[in-house]
Structure formats: C-alpha cells, structure tokens
C-alpha cells in the first residue's frame, strides 16, 4: 500500500481521510465480456483459477493453453488476440515475497473497454498492491457538555470508494476532484 499522509485539512470545518478500501474487488472480476486473463506463470501459493478469465465457449484459448507454455504461450495468445482485433500486454504482479508473484496475459476488446496496456498498468497493478483507498469528506462536528467543555470531532459526511491511486498521484487533489470539493471562496 502506498504510504500516504491519510488526512489533509480543507478548512475550519471541513476535511478528507484516505482509508484502504478492503472490499475493493479484482479488476479481473469486473462484469463484462470484454476483458480476459490467462496465467502463464505463478508461485505456488497462487491459485490460477482465481486470475484466468476468459471466454469458455472460444475453443482455441483452450488449445493454446493446451499446446503452448511460457514465451511461447504469450506469444501465441497476444496473436489470437491480436486476430480477434483485441489489445492484450502481458504484466508480472510481484507482492513483497517470493511466494507472491504471478504473470498474465491481459486482453482487452479496446472497443468496448480500454485497451490492456493501461489498465494492466493501472488499476490491475495498483490492486494487487493495495493502491485502493476510500475517501470520505469529514465535517467538523462540536460537542459542549452541561459543564462547559468542549470537544471537536470528525464525522464522515460523504465517502466514495473503488479510488485507484499510484505512488505519484496526490490524493487530495483527487479527493477534490471526486468529492467536488471547490476552495473556500
């Protein structure tokens, strides 16, 4: 995950935190027909049921698969991808250990999503290291008790999650964005 300040300060009243979004879901889960994966390479720790998707009633990814391993393989899927007029890249994801790593072959219809490069890059990469964060709009809230004291805190007024940040991105400027936060005038 990358390491970010988790909350910045908008105003007297006003502020945004950046949480991790545990329930954010693989992008290769994504509802759709126009995205595949197939494993080429993984630790044995990795499940490659879990990251191969692709579509069943095509017979010759089978036969690929069957037939084809390591450069080979990719390089016989990107053709088939590239002759069915789909993008396709293929991405090493790697975790903090040996036991975490696998390759993919990631095909993309570009028509009617986006082509494999960047979102293999992007959201898929970001995923897999934990790059997904919620953010919620805070809003400062006072409490005084019948004996006079006062306490000052933060409650969350908004929130949007499923937010795909990299290490270079800043997140406030985001939030903004996203939250349609406009400066104090």
């Known amino acids: 995950m990358t390491d970010l300040k988790s909350i910045a300060i908008i105003d007297d009243t006003h502020a945004i935190r950046l949480l991790g979004d545990p329930d954010a ?3 290769l889960d994504w509802p759709g027909d126009a995205l595949e994966s197939t494993v080429t390479g993984h630790a044995r720790s990795i499940d490659p ?10 017979p010759l ?4 698969t069957a037939h ?3 450069d080979a393989l990719e390089t016989a899927l990107e053709r088939h991808y590239e002759r069915r007029g789909w993008t396709s890249t293929v991405i090493d994801l790697e975790g903090p ?8 072959v990631v095909a993309t219809d570009p028509k009617r999503y986006c082509p494999a490069e960047p979102f293999a ?26 004996d006079g004291r006062v306490r000052t805190e933060w409650e969350p007024i908004d929130s949007i999650g ?15 964005r996203m939250l349609d936060i406009r400066p104090a005038a």
């Open 49 to 58: 049921a879990a990251w191969t998707r692709h579509d069943r009633t095509d």
């Open 97 to 104: 250990s040996q036991s975490d790593w696998i390759r993919l």
């Open 25 to 27: 879901d693989n992008p």
């Open 121 to 146: 890059r992007g959201e898929l990469t970001s995923w897999w290291r934990g790059d997904v964060y919620r953010i919620e709009l805070l809003k400062a809230v006072t409490w005084t008790s019948d």
């Open 68 to 70: 084809n391993e390591g």
């Open 61 to 64: 990814i089978d036969a690929i």
């Open 162 to 176: 499923g937010v795909y940040l990299d290490q270079q991105e800043d997140w406030t400027e985001t939030a903004r």
